[in-house]
């Protein structure tokens, strides 16, 4: 069992910064990570997800080049940096833990076991 708890969401103004934490319990960190957001009104969607090592990453067309994806196994911890941000960034962003380390299985959200409860970031135009 592994318990998801992000922090650092807020408000920002486009084109800040900002850096979601997401911290993991439980005995292992041994899974891949995500991150998730859902505007209102939408459908959640994938955003960024890491390997379990950290070699591998994968990004959202939409966000590629703006965030990143990093992850410290001896903290149990994955962050997701958010430069560059935009109105449309505005969303409830998500962690979510998988043991699959594929890509097709990153990108959508029955690839993983186990979710945050999500941290609302705002971006102001």
């Known amino acids: 069992q592994v318990q998801l708890v992000e922090s650092g969401g807020g408000l920002a103004q486009a084109g800040g910064s900002l850096r979601l934490s997401c911290a993991a319990s439980g005995r292992t960190f041994s899974y891949a990570m995500g991150w998730f957001r859902q505007a209102p009104g939408k459908e959640r969607e994938f955003v960024a997800a890491?390997?379990?090592?950290?070699?591998?990453?994968y990004y959202a067309d939409s966000v590629n080049g703006r965030f990143t994806i990093s992850r410290d196994n001896a903290k149990k911890t994955v962050y997701l940096q958010m430069n560059s941000l935009k109105p449309e960034d505005t969303a409830v962003y998500y962690c979510a833990a998988g043991t699959s380390n594929d890509y097709s299985s990153l990108k959508i959200e029955r690839g993983y076991d186990y979710w945050g409860q999500g941290t609302q970031v705002t971006v102001s135009s």
């Open positions: 890491i390997s379990w090592s950290g070699g591998n990453t």
